[in-house]
Every structure is written in C-alpha cells, then in structure tokens.
C-alpha cells in the first residue's frame, strides 16, 4: 500500500517498465531461493520432520543432539523412542503421530514441528556458540 492508501499498479505500462520489473521479480526469486530449498527438502507436508531429519537439517550428530535436547528437558528416552516433554507440545515444537506401519503394528513417533526446528537450531547455535568460547569443551 503508498503512502496514498492505495495499492501501487504493477502493471508495466511500456516494453522497458516490463523488462525493469521482470528483472526485480528474478532478483527476489533468487533471493528466496534459499528459503525455499529449506523448506522443499526438510519440511513433509504435514509440516513436521523426524529426529533423525532434524539431525540432518542441524548437521549434527545424532548421538549429541539427543544428549543436548534431553540435558535441556525437550525430550526424553523412553526406551522405545524418544518422547517429547508436554510443554514443548503445548508451545507447538514437538507433535505425536501415530499410526499402523505396514506391518500392522501401531507406532507412535516424535516430530518436530517447523516452529520446534527454528528453536532448537536457535538452540544448537548458542550451544556451538558457548563451546567455542569454552575452547571446544563441552
């Protein structure tokens, strides 16, 4: 919306206008990029990714990530699995799917939701973030 209130007209009005904001529409596009390849490779459908995926998405390893995330109460080992403290399912990090594999047999998983990722990569980067003052020692 201008300054007038009204919405500006994209409507190129002559050749040049058009090539002009063609070129605008690319840069923004190329800008995004990035973003969108995120998302494209690491978010499912339903929007939430499995621990072994947030591993990935974070580049860490497994093993560390799940010691991190139960020192910091986001989830525990229940044996089976992991599974998710209920706050951080009440603050919309963490989700439980269930279904039937092919086998027949119930499953319960836990997910991380696109909300979940961005906290505990945010998360992940300050632990890095304090090693590395630390000199590398955990």
């Known amino acids: 919306i201008r300054k007038t209130g009204s919405y500006q007209n994209q ?31 690491y978010v499912e459908s339903n929007g939430s990714i499995g621990f072994r995926r947030l591993a990935n998405v974070l580049n860490a390893d ?6 991190f995330l139960i020192a910091r109460k986001v989830i525990y080992d229940h044996g089976s699995g992991i599974m998710p403290y209920s706050n951080h399912i009440d603050a919309g ?7 039937k594999g092919p086998n027949g047999h119930a499953f319960t998983q836990t997910r991380f939701t696109p909300r979940g990722v961005e906290w505990i990569a945010g998360e992940w980067a300050k632990r890095h973030a304090q090693l590395a003052l630390k000199g590398g020692v955990d």
């Open 62 to 67: 497994e093993r560390d990530l799940k010691r």
């Open 11 to 41: 409507v190129p009005q002559s050749f040049s206008e058009a090539l002009y904001l063609a070129a605008r529409q690319q840069e923004e596009i190329e800008r995004m990029k990035p973003k969108a390849e995120f998302v494209d490779r």
């Open 93 to 99: 990090r963490l989700e439980m799917k269930t279904g």
